[in-house]
Structures are given as C-alpha cells and as structure tokens.
C-alpha cells in the first residue's frame, strides 16, 4: 500500500529565509508525486507535481522539488520564503494504470513565516 | 471556468440527522472524486465517479453514506445518521484525465454535535 510521510507537522521560518519541506513516500512502482498547498480559506492549490523525466520540478510560487528515488524523498523548496507563503502543505502520491485516479496525503507540514 | 463549487461551506447538525453536500464540478471534467479530511491527517479518498458511474467506493464509506452523480454533471455526498466522528471538512475534486488535472473545491466542513 502507498503512503506518505511529512515528518514536520509545523515549521517556523523568518521572511526572506529558505524552505524546505521534507517527504517521503512509499510505494511499489514509479511514484507520481505532487504537493499541494491551502492558504487560509482556500481550497487545495496544486503547487507542482512530478510524473517522470527530469527529477527538479519546478512549480507556481516560486517553489521547486526534487525527486530522489534512492531516498523515497520528494523535498519542496523556496529560496526565499514570503509571508503570503504561510499556509498547510501537503505531499501526495498517485498510483499509475488503472488506479491512476486516486491521490493517498501525508498529513501536512503547517509553515508560519514570521516577519 | 468557476472552478469546484461545493455547498454548504458549513454544516453544524445534531447527531442522528442526515446531511446532503452537493458539489458542482468544471464542467468540461468527467471525473469527479470525493475526500474526506479530519484534523490532523491528510485528506483521504472516500470515492470516485466517472461521468455518472462510480467506480471506487474506500472502506472508509461505511453504508451510512452514499454518493450519487446522476447524469455525469453535479455530485451529491449524504450521509445518513450521522456521528460526531463524521465531523471532517469534505473535499470535491474533479478532473478531466486521471489525476494529471485535480482541481478541488474548498469543501464542506461538517461538524455533528
């Protein structure tokens, strides 16, 4: 069965310092990977996702991730973070074939940004 | 384009009521699921439709609950004498080919007291 693990539950950084949010997922064939993110009051925004090829994917926003296959990782990063980032991020995986319909979350990372 | 429309935004009922959700999909996107996210976790995949057929009911979608897309277009969610641990924000998503295109709603957040 896939899963997905965020191992921060909330993260605190300073205006202008970097980002990186960590996950790992598990699952038995080639992952299709995606992050999500939900702004106060909003709905889940699709941030980037990675389906194959090259493994830095870059997104809206300003945000990046790399696929890392030897570490079951799929880190997001921003360089330099602003404050309409803070928000709940989520990182999904999909499966592929005929259940390439259906998105398993990990349970988010909660990212304050302090002025 | 007005995007997934779900309504209510909000729900407080009394245990034991029924409640209906209604979700309005893009238009043009056949596909629609429903997930279900309670505080703390991720959202979690209930169901999914292809136009009018569902095709995939989770475990989690106890006989209490139905979901129905009549005619391929809106979606309803009812669940039937519900229970505080129903309380959770209920997600709509559609899309045209698989995953590739996920647009969700801003969901119904339903509270059992």
């Known amino acids: 069965a896939q899963s997905v693990t965020q191992p921060d539950i909330h993260i605190t950084v300073s205006e202008g310092a970097s980002l990186e949010l960590r996950c790992n997922y598990s699952?038995?064939?080639?992952?299709?990977l995606f992050w999500y993110v939900r702004s106060p009051g909003q709905g889940l925004q699709l941030l980037l996702k990675y389906f194959s090829g090259d493994t830095l994917v870059q997104g809206i926003k300003g945000f990046e991730a790399e696929f890392k296959r030897s570490q079951s990782s799929f880190n997001l990063r921003k360089p330099s973070v602003h404050w309409s980032d803070a928000a709940e991020y989520f990182c999904a995986v999909g499966g592929s074939g005929g259940s390439n319909y259906k998105l398993t979350f990990g349970k988010g990372t909660l990212l304050t940004v302090n002025p | 384009d007005t995007g997934v429309s779900q309504d209510p935004r909000h729900k407080i009922t009394k245990r034991g009521q029924n409640v209906t959700f209604r979700c309005d999909p893009i238009s043009e996107h056949n596909r629609l699921y429903w997930y279900r996210q309670t505080l703390g976790q991720g959202p979690e995949f209930l169901t999914y439709?292809?136009?009018?057929?569902?095709?995939?009911k989770s475990r989690l979608l106890s006989d209490r609950f139905s979901a129905e897309r009549p005619k391929g277009s809106f979606s309803t969610l009812e669940i039937q004498r519900t229970e505080q641990g129903d309380s959770a924000m209920y997600l709509c998503?559609?899309?045209?080919?698989?995953?590739?295109?996920?647009?969700f709603g801003s969901g119904t957040r339903l509270t059992v007291v």
């Open positions: 998503a559609s899309s045209l080919v698989s995953y590739y295109g996920y647009t």
């Open positions: 439709f292809q136009n009018e057929a569902q095709l995939e």
């Open positions: 699952y038995g064939a080639t992952p299709y």
